[in-house]
């Protein structure tokens, strides 16, 4: 499956961004997907993942309570809303695609075989 990820941006401290990442090639109605982040001189880390059937989510301590993943199965679309963006969450964010082929919740960037090319998110403060 391939992956095209946008919606990213420049944003003051505080505002709000949609991300999305659309599938193309095959469904991804059986696929585990995730957004990770990767922010300058740091390793990437995992942001938040849903399952395949949008049914489990899970995110990283960081971006809890602000932060929400949901998927468009019929639009081969997932989404990442981002409320109450802080500087630190500025960083190249994936999302990324898993075949099901390892265990639910894995935040592990290795467990994930297809990727986006990334889109630039910026919190000014």
């Known amino acids: 499956v391939q992956l095209q990820a946008s919606g990213g941006g420049l944003v003051q401290a505080g505002g709000s961004l949609r991300l999305s990442c659309t599938a193309s090639?095959?469904?991804?109605?059986?696929?585990?997907m995730a957004w990770f982040r990767q922010a300058p001189g740091k390793e990437r880390e995992s942001v938040a993942g849903?399952?395949?059937?949008?049914?489990?989510?899970y995110y990283a301590d960081s971006v809890k309570g602000r932060f929400a993943i949901s998927r468009d199965n019929a639009k081969n679309t997932v989404y990442l809303q981002m409320n109450s963006l802080k500087p630190d969450d500025t960083a190249v964010y994936y999302c990324?695609?898993?075949?099901?082929?390892?265990?639910?919740?894995?935040?592990?960037?290795?467990?994930?075989?297809?990727w986006g090319q990334g889109t630039l998110v910026t919190v000014s403060s």
């Open positions: 990324a695609a898993d075949d099901l082929s390892t265990a639910w919740g894995t935040r592990k960037a290795s467990d994930f075989g297809s």
């Open positions: 090639g095959r469904t991804i109605r059986r696929y585990h």
């Open positions: 849903i399952s395949w059937s949008g049914s489990a989510t």
